[in-house]
Antibody
């Protein structure tokens, strides 16, 4: 069974940094592209970033480009999101999700980790 | 990277059909057959309902169907049931390793 477990969220001051992690299990991690998606409280889904299995192709939403860095460690079955220069508008529940091969749908999602940016 | 346009709300009585639209551009919805739809109940994780414009993952009832015409994709829920009351989001590949979501539609079963 596919499991995705996010961690690393918390309360952080504006301008500071935070690193999110996503532990994957139940599938061959390095066979799949992965995404980060966030959802601000009471708001809709917002795509954040994507990384292919070999980290060659990476994409970012304009809202986080230059501040967030996605990475993965296939040996550890882990996905990361390094967030810097955090702003109040980055406050959200951050989900990691597994992308389907050959498609751009997100077929499995973790439960999310909450990031709150506030002084 | 503007969000895809969805109506904020839709409603129907049990047994009826509703259709939710998702409008983008030729750079996203119109340019690729990578439109997906997600269902999210309050406090829950999004669930994939439709991928590749019109394909259903295993376990999704055939009451849910998807289509696309030009820059607009649609999700139709036939035979509406109480458990279909949820938020629905569309997404589309937008080129250059980018994905984009719609603003979401709240479906109410009257």
């Amino acid at each position: 069974e596919v499991h995705l477990v996010e961690s690393g969220g918390g309360l952080v001051q504006p301008g500071r940094s935070l690193r999110l992690s996503c532990a994957a299990s139940g599938f061959t991690f390095d066979d799949y592209p992965m995404h980060w998606v966030r959802q601000a409280p009471g708001k809709g889904l917002e795509w954040v970033s994507h990384i292919t299995w070999n980290s060659v192709n990476i994409g970012y939403a304009d809202s986080v480009k230059g501040r967030f860095t996605i990475s993965r460690d296939n040996a550890k079955n882990a996905l990361y999101l390094q967030m810097s220069g955090l702003r109040a508008e980055d406050t959200a529940l951050y989900y990691c999700a597994r992308r389907a091969r050959g498609d751009w749908s997100l077929e499995y999602w973790g439960q999310g980790t909450l990031v709150t940016v506030s002084s | 990277q503007s969000a895809l346009t969805q109506p904020p709300s839709a409603s129907g009585s049990p047994g009826q059909s509703i259709t939710i639209s998702c409008t983008g551009t030729s750079s996203d919805v119109g340019g690729y057959n990578y439109v997906s739809w997600y269902q999210q109940h309050p406090g829950k994780v999004p669930k994939l309902m439709i991928y590749g414009v019109s394909k259903r993952p295993s376990g999704v009832p055939d009451r849910f169907s998807g289509s696309k015409s030009g820059n607009t994709a649609s999700l139709t829920v036939s035979g509406l049931q109480a458990e279909d009351e949820a938020d629905y989001y569309c997404s589309s590949y937008a080129g250059s390793d980018n994905l984009i979501f719609g603003g979401g539609t709240k479906v109410t079963v009257l």
